[in-house]
């Protein structure tokens, strides 16, 4: 098992920037392809970005392309996600998922993002 903790998010004007991390603990280590998904108010949730077990690889959905940067570094067990030019749609709570290689999906409570006109 793993637990997966937020940490980052807050307030910001339209324009600035973010760095939200998740710390992993239990039974972790590279194993895991990790990700960040978003939930706006009124809103389902759906993905942000996801980064594979190397690193070498990472996808975006197409709304945050060329503005957030998903990253991790496995020696501290943390995934990264760097928001920059954020804009007022980008208000949700960033939540922060790991899967393992048996397909098992473990969420974290997430982190508010709310970002100002």
């Known amino acids: 098992q793993v637990q997966l903790g937020e940490s980052g998010g807050g307030l910001v004007q339209a324009g600035g920037s973010l760095r939200l991390s998740c710390a992993a603990l239990?039974?972790?280590?590279?194993?895991?392809?990790m990700g960040w998904s978003r939930q706006a108010p009124g809103k389902e949730r759906e993905f942000v970005a996801n980064?594979?077990?190397?690193?070498?690889?990472?996808g975006y959905i197409d709304s945050v392309k060329g503005r957030f940067t998903i990253s991790r570094d496995n020696a501290k067990k943390t995934v990264y996600l760097q928001m920059n030019s954020l804009k007022p749609d980008d208000t949700a709570v960033y939540y922060c998922?790991?899967?393992?290689?048996?397909?098992?999906?473990?969420w974290g409570k997430g982190t508010l993002v709310t970002v100002s006109s």
């Open positions: 998922n790991a899967v393992n290689t048996n397909g098992v999906n473990y």
């Open positions: 239990g039974d972790t280590g590279s194993s895991y392809r």
């Open positions: 980064i594979n077990r190397s690193g070498s690889s990472t």
